[in-house]
């Protein structure tokens, strides 16, 4: 089964979502070097916006924990991709 919205490989907007997300989870931490992995779980499809549901785990220093569920909508409109229309982001300690 083929991933949701892949274009040559690459999963639409995943990057403009890490750049966008990534900081704010950093600004949690206590210390530096830390890495994140967006790992995509479904595509997501809600009235005129569609999106990815998204679960973050922390990998640096040999780690795999989740550290947060993501689920992030856009417009399907053009012009609209990757700017967020509703987003909803569940933090674990």
Do not use: H
């Not at 220093?61 to 569920?69: E, I, P, T």
């Not at 990757?82 to 674990?92: H, N, S, W």
């Amino acid at each position: 089964m083929e991933k949701p919205f892949v274009i040559n490989g690459e999963v639409i907007c995943l990057k403009d979502i890490q750049k966008q997300i990534t900081p704010y989870l950093e600004s949690f931490e206590e210390e530096s070097g830390v890495k994140y992995k967006y790992n995509v779980k479904s595509g997501l499809s809600y009235k005129d916006t569609i999106g990815l549901r998204l679960q973050i785990n922390r990998v640096d220093s040999g780690l795999n924990v989740r550290v947060a569920d993501l689920d992030y909508y856009w417009l399907q409109e053009r012009g609209s991709m990757c700017q967020p229309a509703y987003m909803v982001l569940e933090r674990f300690q």
